[in-house]
């Protein structure tokens, strides 16, 4: 099977990129001309240059590709010209789309984020019924990941054989650039993290983000969403898990979420809009924390197979190859 996939050189992508070729496909890696390739080449991808806004490249790239995987989004909590935002995740998405239905592609897996689900009041987790509207979503890359997906519907119910997956906050190894998930696994290792808010996550191991993938591809539904997603964890839970597979201690400070948003405000007014750079403190991060994001993934276990790994042996090899590969100054 030929297979097409853009962002595999981000963190889920290169490991979707990689089940794919060891299962016997031909996969056609969509990077820009400024992105390394060596990895991929290795890996055993064909390498096809071009980008999300330049839908003859797209086209050229799809050229007798049987499915599609469109992983590839502008991941930033900030962003000097928010527009970016839009034109790479939003009107990316719909040229992806667009050049994926004139290419006849069987199948098309669209990458989105569990940042489009609702979350229930009371700390229950959401799923992909949970009622949400745009006015819902806190900051730039929430709500442009919505539009996209809203995008991606559209496409579906002209026909489009596209399922929609919503990865959870994947850890592991190779999250190279870091996403901001990682970053506070880095943080953590060099002693950054001096105190920590009442807020959770849901983690989930890379690998199974990208096993789900390919089982959406395989046996989801068309037009459906399907939450990927993994353990329900409060972020003092996180950072205990990480304490444990690093030897480090763990941060014992609770920072009441007035002062933290208060500081992130002040951050934000210094560096982001006085300085034009960006600021130490994410306020959308800092917003997105008010509520813990829970999910639970019964759609994808119940109607795709999905099963979950345990997640500290995730953190192990994320924790390991941040510091084998020069991220961590401190042990």
């Known amino acids: 099977m ?41 890996m055993g991808c064909s390498i096809a240059k071009g980008n999300l806004l330049d839908i003859e490249s797209l086209s050229r790239a799809m050229d ?4 599609i995987y469109h992983i590839a989004a502008d991941y930033r909590l900030w962003s000097p010209d928010p527009s970016e935002l839009y034109r790479n995740n939003v009107d990316g998405t719909r040229n992806v789309m667009s050049a994926a239905q004139k290419a006849g592609a069987e199948r098309i897996v669209y990458t989105s984020t569990v940042g489009t689900l609702g979350i229930p009041k009371g700390g229950a987790s959401g ?3 949970t009622p949400v509207t745009l006015a819902d979503m806190v900051g730039h890359y929430k709500r442009s990941k919505f539009m996209a997906e809203e995008a991606v519907r ?41 105190a920590f808010l009442d807020t959770g996550l849901n983690l989930v191991d890379v690998y199974d983000t990208a096993k789900g993938h390919l089982l959406a591809a395989e046996k989801g539904a068309v037009g459906k ?15 205990t898990a990480l304490a444990e597979v690093s030897g480090r201690k763990s941060p014992r400070f609770q920072i009441p979420y007035g002062a933290a948003l208060g500081a992130a405000a002040v951050d934000h007014l210094l560096w982001s809009v006085l300085l034009k750079r960006e600021p130490h403190i994410s306020l ?17 276990k119940t109607e795709l197979g999905y099963t979950i790994s345990p997640i500290k042996p995730a953190l192990k090899r994320a924790v390991d190859w941040y510091r084998h590969n020069g991220y961590v100054k401190q042990n």
Not at 64 to 67: A, F, K, L, R, T
Not at 173 to 187: L, Q
Not at 284 to 300: C, I, L
């Open 2 to 42: 030929k297979v097409m996939i853009t962002g595999a050189s981000g963190f889920v992508g290169r490991h979707v990129a990689r089940l794919l070729v060891s299962r016997g496909d031909r996969v056609v890696a969509l990077v820009r001309t400024s992105s390394p390739v060596e990895h991929l080449v290795a």
């Open 64 to 67: 007798g590709c049987d499915q």
């Open 127 to 129: 799923n992909e019924r």
């Open 154 to 194: 559209d496409f579906a119910a002209q026909g489009l054989p596209v399922v929609i997956v919503n990865p959870s906050t994947p850890v592991g190894e190779e999250d190279v650039k870091p996403t901001p998930t990682g970053k506070v696994v880095v943080d953590f290792l060099n002693g950054r993290l001096l």
């Open 225 to 239: 969403r399907y939450v990927l997603g993994g353990h329900n964890m409060t972020l003092q839970e996180i950072l």
């Open 284 to 300: 959308e991060s800092v917003r997105m924390a008010a509520k813990k994001m829970y999910f639970d993934s019964e759609r994808a």
